[in-house]
């Protein structure tokens, strides 16, 4: 009888390991990604309604949430020196500044962006929220972590090895 290969080996050869592993980081963040902006949103809405609200899927921020690893990557192996301070401040901004550009492109593309902060107190634009500085720093700061552990040296992904000092690494 002829065996069935596993679906490994198929994706091995659809996608070499590097790749393959590049592939299945990006899924990751985008799950997370979408699994935390789910939560976060429908907590936020329970509360303005006064009830439990369901979340709506949206599937497709997954994809926009997979961005943080090939983007993520490189800002945080550039500022990884830098006080923790500057560090959340660099990743505020920067995620600012992502959330706008992606809902900007998505609604000039789509005619609507994935998300609608119109009539918002510190909205610009619909696409983006002041307000939430503090909160996409402190992603940021919880994203180093998950990053410094789950990237070695993937190539553009912006691996490194912390320094020994470093809250990263693990001890015996």
Do not use: C
């Amino acid at each position: 009888m002829v065996g069935v290969p596993h679906a490994s080996t198929l994706a091995g050869r659809i996608m070499p390991g590097p790749m393959m592993k590049t592939a299945s980081r990006f899924l990751a963040y985008g799950v997370v990604g979408w699994a935390v902006d789910r939560a976060f949103t429908t907590v936020t809405r329970s509360r303005r309604q006064g009830r439990v609200v369901r979340p709506n899927a949206e599937l497709a921020l997954i994809p926009i949430y997979g961005l943080a690893l090939p983007l993520f990557g490189p800002v945080h192996a550039a500022i990884w020196p830098a006080p923790v301070a500057l560090r959340a401040a660099i990743y505020g901004i920067g995620f600012i500044a992502a959330e706008y550009a992606i809902a900007r492109a998505a609604k000039g593309a789509f005619g609507r962006a994935p998300w609608d902060y119109a009539g918002a107190r510190w909205s610009i634009h619909g696409h983006t929220r002041l307000d939430y500085l503090p909160l996409w720093a402190i992603a940021g700061l919880a994203l180093e972590r998950v990053h410094g552990r789950r990237t070695t040296q993937l190539p553009g992904a912006g691996g490194h090895q912390p320094p020994s000092s470093s809250p990263h690494e693990r001890r015996p």
